[in-house]
């Protein structure tokens, strides 16, 4: 009985904790494992009046997002800090960012890469090894009802260590 | 942590005691009347009437979920006798509006309530039936995900739609109701009914009643946009809102915790016999 009894508290103790703390359980799936995302593809999508896409450029892997459970300066707001080590022709350099994630939204900010990263993304993908993260324009409407004219995509992977 | 450290300490006392702990689980439907919500999805219908096929529904639809509540009760094996049973768990309801336009997109409002409850019965019965008077206290975590879906299936929390964000609200609530429970030995079937009231702060003047997104995701998206200020907080009267936003926020037209109605829950009681 007292077997039982066990289960059930720990049943309900689980019920809890998941019912509460959510955003650091979400900003948790991408820090732990060392935090390391590599970037499996970047792509921008643009879109004609009726929803069609017209061009869909694909940059394959630009590097890797390495992200940290430590605050960053906004850490008030939930921000943490990371790194995004940039891949080009000349090596690879490091650029720091803070983020915020509550597993529908990630927010990037303060990269310096060539290659922009900063932004308010929505979460298309979250799981455990495989993120994609999107940005949509309305081509500056901001409307009630405006359709999507732009997509751009960070499709992340765990990295393999 | 502190709801954590609260049960163990709960159900260790119970045992000391000697009293007969008690697991259930259960499913709960709320059929709630949200007057803020109402409000705005029936703004948005008309301000917006042009462009929608399918509008708004006039309130949030009944709200359904589950409920895990541990605790412990006192009563006699003989049906005949005093019953008092405490509990305290978890209930987690939800429900969603989604008004579709004509272009083929839609606006989708999806309302999360956790509820953390502590339930207190009182009645008469046993082992095998009981009816009891009960008060609940609810200590009410709500999120609203408020979303554009566009052509393609595609959801967007983002910035280039004022209205998109998470927006969240705390309030204590009360209840008082019934329940009716029937079984056999350690296990009954219970059918609990409440209405659902604000003890406390009618008025919903403090600001942790207001759903509010001030995550941070918006104050950025904001000078990322260069457009208009997103919304911090989730405008009731939709039409003020559109004319003047800043007036909007500063005559306090937003939406906070004002539900109620009758909160209805058919459970599973397990009961764990008393120490010999």
């Known amino acids: ?161 | 942590m502190k709801k954590i450290i609260s049960l163990i300490l709960l159900v260790s006392i119970c045992f000391e005691l000697n009293a007969q702990v008690n697991f259930s689980i259960g499913k709960t439907i709320y059929p709630l009347h949200a007057p803020g919500f109402a409000t705005f999805f029936n703004s948005y219908n008309a301000e917006l009437a042009s462009s929608i096929k399918t509008p708004f529904k006039a309130d949030f639809p009944s709200a359904n979920g589950w409920s895990i509540k541990g605790g412990y009760l006192i009563m006699r094996d003989d049906d005949a006798g005093f019953y008092y049973n405490t509990t305290s768990g978890v209930n987690l309801l939800r429900t969603k509006n989604e008004a579709f336009f004509a272009n083929g997109e839609s606006r989708k409002t999806v309302l999360h309530m956790n509820e953390w409850i502590t339930d207190v019965s009182l009645g008469v019965g046993g082992n095998n039936f009981h009816i009891a008077v009960n008060g609940t206290i609810q200590l009410r975590f709500n999120k609203v995900f408020c979303s554009y879906v566009y052509h393609d299936g595609t959801e967007s929390f983002g910035p280039e739609k004022n209205l998109n964000g998470i927006f969240s609200a705390n309030r204590l609530m009360g209840g008082y109701g019934g329940e009716v429970g029937f079984g056999i030995k350690y296990v009954q079937v219970v059918f609990k009914a409440a209405k659902i009231y604000k003890p406390f702060n009618k008025d919903g003047s403090t600001y942790l009643n207001y759903y509010s997104d001030l995550a941070g995701y918006k104050a950025d998206a904001a000078l990322l946009v260069n457009s208009s200020w997103p919304t911090e907080y989730l405008p009731a009267d939709y039409h003020q809102f559109v004319a003047d936003q800043l007036t909007s926020e500063s005559n306090n037209n937003l939406i906070y915790i004002n539900d109620y109605g009758w909160q209805f829950g058919l459970s599973l009681m397990f009961i764990i016999p008393k120490k010999d």
């Open chain 1, 1 to 161: 009985m007292k077997n039982i009894f066990n289960c059930l508290l720990f049943l309900s103790c689980a019920v809890i904790i998941m019912s509460c703390e959510k955003e650091d359980r979400h900003a948790k799936k991408l820090y732990r494992h060392e935090g390391r995302w590599t970037i499996d593809y970047a792509s921008i999508q643009l879109f004609d009046s009726t929803g069609v896409i017209m061009s869909d450029s694909i940059l394959p892997s630009v590097g890797e997002l390495v992200m940290f459970q430590s605050g960053s300066l906004n850490a008030l707001y939930g921000y943490r800090q990371a790194v995004f080590l940039f891949t080009d022709t000349a090596g690879t350099h490091a650029f720091p960012f803070e983020y915020v994630f509550d597993g529908k939204r990630i927010t990037i900010k303060y990269c310096d890469a060539p290659f922009e990263i900063d932004g308010t993304y929505s979460s298309a993908i979250d799981k455990v090894n495989e993120q994609q993260w999107e940005i949509y324009g309305t081509n500056g409407n901001t409307s009630a009802i405006s359709s999507m004219t732009s997509k751009f995509i960070l499709h992340l992977k765990r990295s393999k260590n």
